[in-house]
């Protein structure tokens, strides 16, 4: 190798370890946040955040590097900006003794780190030193969530759907896979309480709405349940058409890793089934509740709780509003014209080709409480889960439902005005109110939890009803035996209060 090339090498790697103070303090909150989240995400969620922040510093780096000249003063000054930017929430928690206002908190931080920028760029002296006590300082930092990651996921392989260990008993197509499939639609409302719920704990009647459903053909049952007492277990079977045994028994019924579920919501038994038979599969979703890896269809910081957005809430955007602010109004304006928008990819859905086998899910009712009961916007006053699950919750989330029931019936009546063949509809709740245990008492919270809403319109099938035993899990056994032709035995009803782990069903519920 030349000696010139040997230089220019020489450069690069200077250049390079210059930078990556920068880049390893920018990745430190990243990969803490995702450790604490790890039982619950998928790895990939932190690559595009991750790039985001490396081409930023490095942006930075080179202006700066062109102002100063001065590689170690440039790998600083970087190093300072991102430390300002990403670490303001550690700060606050320092100083949270000291009982000042957010604004104060703030001004006091980008003071500090203002001030440590003009001593740096206005020294004379060498920064190497301190360019490589940087660094030593961010790579003890961040090797250690890095490692802590990477050890998890070596422990916790990916588990299929497919997986055969998974489900008591296979799904085999129907004899005759031939004919004309109708369009099928399956809506799923988060938290969707039951008609005798609403009238006991909320003193409200929503026979309106059910009479409406009634005139447009649905069947509703009055007394359908759900097998879990947490969404994601509730949408894994129901998608699945099956208790979800198997889960514990391959994780192992101490496991907290509930990632699976995530994927067999995504990829599930009834969109495998449904793509067999010729069907066009459409997943929606208002949030990332079914999605393992993100919603393709929202913009990663549409909802308050996506990785994306936890994370930058812990930036100094945490302080401001608008559109790049992460403030809770902020982020709660996001959040409504996401749900917005994604109730009308559903209505756009239904001009695709047929037959399709159509799953959305939509947060609402459930919390962030964001609308009233018109649509307009309103901000809970905390979102602490406390308060969330108190008795100041209560008329909020009547609100909100009611403004769901609105909409709902405008899916339906959007659904089939653009339909050329009369769809299969189905509603059906993940699960019940969840409200903490000091509301109704803790008895009564566990049975509320599991009492959902179920309603059914089968066109042109005879004596249509809803499925028996009244649980959620037998829904789509219901739908395809009844339109597709399978014979798919009804499931025994069983309901189970949370326990101390995701799969540890030990209290079943004898629920009416």
């Avoid at 005759?176 to 399956?186: E, F, L, M, Q, S």
């Avoid at 005798?196 to 003193?203: G, I, P, Q």
């Avoid at 756009?348 to 899910?361: E, G, L, R």
Wanted: proline content about 7%.
């Amino acid at each position: 190798m030349s000696a010139d090339r040997r230089a220019n090498w020489k450069w690069i790697l200077l250049g390079v370890a210059c930078l990556m103070p920068a880049v390893l303090f920018a990745a430190h909150p990243l990969l803490t946040l995702f450790e604490q989240n790890q039982t619950e995400l998928p790895l990939s969620v932190i690559w595009s955040p991750l790039a985001v922040t490396i081409a930023a510093a490095a942006v930075l780096y080179g202006l700066l590097m062109l102002a100063f000249r001065d590689w170690a003063k440039a790998g600083t000054l970087t190093a300072l900006a991102v430390v300002a930017f990403f670490y303001y929430d550690t700060f606050k928690s320092d100083i949270s003794g000291w009982h000042l206002s957010l604004g104060w908190v703030l001004v006091l931080w980008l003071g500090l780190c203002a001030v440590a920028a003009i001593l740096v760029a206005r020294t004379h002296r060498s920064l190497a030193t301190l360019i490589l006590a940087l660094g030593v300082a961010a790579a003890v930092m961040t090797i250690v969530p890095a490692a802590r990651i990477a050890s998890y996921q070596h422990r916790h392989p990916a588990v299929e759907a497919s997986d055969p260990r998974l489900w008591a008993s296979p799904l085999p197509p129907p004899a005759d896979p031939a004919g004309k499939r109708p369009d099928i639609y399956v809506l799923i409302p988060d938290d969707y309480a039951r008609a005798d719920v609403l009238r006991r704990y909320f003193h409200y009647d929503d026979s309106a709405f059910r009479n409406r459903l009634k005139a447009r053909g649905f069947a509703i049952s009055p007394a359908v349940r759900s097998p879990y007492s947490d969404s994601e277990s509730n949408i894994a079977a129901e998608l699945n058409m099956g208790y979800l045994n198997g889960l514990g028994r391959v994780l192992g019924k101490t496991s907290e890793d509930v990632r699976p579920l995530k994927t067999v919501m995504e990829d599930s038994r009834a969109s495998r089934l449904a793509k067999a038979l010729g069907y066009r599969y459409i997943h929606q979703d208002s949030d990332e509740v079914t999605f393992a890896g993100g919603n393709p269809d929202i913009s990663s910081v549409a909802t308050p709780d996506s990785f994306p957005s936890l994370w930058l809430r812990k930036s100094v955007l945490r302080v401001f509003g608008g559109p790049v602010g992460f403030n809770d109004e902020a982020q709660y304006e996001r959040f409504r014209k996401s749900v917005r928008k994604s109730y009308s990819r559903l209505e756009a859905a239904s001009s695709q080709p047929s037959p399709k086998f159509v799953v959305f899910h939509t947060l609402i009712p459930h919390d962030p409480y964001i609308f009233g009961a018109e649509g307009e916007s309103v901000t809970f006053p905390s979102i602490s889960d406390e308060v969330i699950h108190s008795r100041i919750a209560l008329p909020y989330y009547l609100h909100q439902l009611q403004w769901l029931q609105g909409q709902l019936i405008g899916m339906v009546d959007s659904i089939r005005a653009r339909s050329k063949r009369p769809p299969v509809i189905v509603i059906v709740s993940d699960e019940g109110y969840e409200s903490g245990d000091k509301v109704f008492g803790e008895e009564a919270m566990k049975h509320i939890r599991v009492k959902g809403m179920l309603a059914l319109a089968i066109p042109g099938a005879k004596r249509a009803g809803t499925p028996q035993p009244p649980v959620t899990v037998n829904t789509l056994r219901y739908v395809f035996n009844r339109v597709v032709g399978t014979r798919y035995s009804m499931l025994p009803a069983a309901s189970y209060a949370e326990g101390d782990y995701p799969y540890q069903w030990d209290e079943k519920l004898h629920v009416r």
